[in-house]
């Protein structure tokens, strides 16, 4: 008999049993043994789905403000703090090259200045961002009203201001308050209106900034219209972030500019993220394991049920390896019936909350108000293809068993 023939028996064999077991033992075992394979498969899924989506929404709301690099004069705290930076020279040459980097989709000045916000006798201090008319937020950003009226010849009398602030002030849209800046020498005052609200769901952030006209804090700053803080710098993908800065730190700009991402201006916050990685893979480890002791019990248990049948075909004379393949193929179909329940039942939860967002969460410690999901296919096909494989290889060790089954035992009273 050849090896493609017998390969074939055992898995005919295998099928059969498969099927062959309605209102036996051996069939409450292979459901039970099915769907707690299907129970651990869908929980890796949905564990990594939540976290890829809590690390791209957390991710997106800081590069909604910040961009992804910055390119600011060299300050040892960082770019996060030139809010009191002297200014830089407005190069266009230089925001050309920025713009034509592959791989960046905007590149645009900004000013920043730090302001006291006084409306209804409440006061609020935040950094005032002053941006042009083509600035806009990434996809992290909840914004209401309008934008910006950019049509003044000197400069926009209108700001947007966050949610949280407009709160604390009891403002809203349409409603005029009063902008104090901070000088050594001269108190500036300016009365805007409200145009806009935005809403981030991270607080820290959401109370330090506002946006309004760049011409406004150049005016109010007595800097000339080629003046500005630095330029902010959009990527279509984050993870080029490092390479990018590299690029220009090196290739294109001089001291006293620099280049930093994000990353580097919020390390503790990524820091976090990371974090949160790792306790995915731990779970995902623990629930691996538990798949294959499940599996390893369940392979166990039919093997001892189905004894006489193993003792029948050695007195026919399957060897030891055909035999052990027919368990392993009961081992595989069940993993992959698991599998594929595990997977749409995982799909279904994800698409659930992403279309309903059944599950909330506080927003003042996730900055979301419900979880956050987001499927990558890849995770799902390694999840499957690492959880069949090892499964798998994990059952050689209760095919063991075989070798101690006597056909002349078992098959004494049959």
Known sequence: ???????????????????????????????????ATALSVAVMIVTLAIVTGFRHAVSEKLF????HVQVVPYNEMGASSVAFARPVAYDHHLLTELRHIPGVISASPYTLSPVVVQAKGQLEGLNLKGVEADYHFLNG??????PI???????????????????????????????????????????????????????????????????????????????????????ANPAMADSVAAHIHYELIEPPLAAYTTVETYPFIFEWLQLQGTN???????????????????LLILIIDRAVMIGLLKALGLSFSRTRA?????????????????????LLLCWLQQHYGFVKLPESSYYMKQVPVQIVWWHIVLIDVLTLTVCVLCMWLPTLYIRRVQPARVLQFK
């Not at 074939?8 to 043994?33: E, H, N």
């Open 64 to 67: 909604s403000f910040k961009g």
């Open 141 to 146: 950003i909840t914004t209401y009203g309008n």
């Open 326 to 346: 027919i368990f392993l193929y009961i081992a595989a179909l069940i993993g992959g019936m698991g599998i594929l329940l595990g997977n749409v039942l995982a």
């Open 149 to 235: 009226d950019y049509s003044d010849a000197q400069y926009a009398k209108d700001v947007i201001l966050s949610r949280t602030t407009a709160d604390k002030l009891d403002v809203n849209i349409g409603d005029t308050i009063q902008l104090n800046f901070i000088d050594q020498r001269t108190p500036r005052i300016r009365r805007v209106r409200i145009a806009g609200l935005y809403h981030s769901g991270m607080e820290d952030m959401d109370k330090l900034y506002g946006l309004c006209d760049m011409r406004l804090l150049q005016r109010v700053n007595n800097w000339g219209q080629d003046s500005i803080t630095g330029y902010q710098v959009d990527l």
């Open 1 to 35: 008999m050849s090896l493609f023939t017998t390969m074939k028996l055992s898995l005919f064999i295998a099928r059969r049993y498969m099927t062959r077991q309605k209102g036996a033992f051996s069939s409450f075992i292979i459901r039970l043994s099915v769907g």
């Open 280 to 298: 995915s893979v731990i779970l995902i480890i623990i629930m691996t394991i538990v798949a294959v002791i499940n599996l390893s019990a369940a």
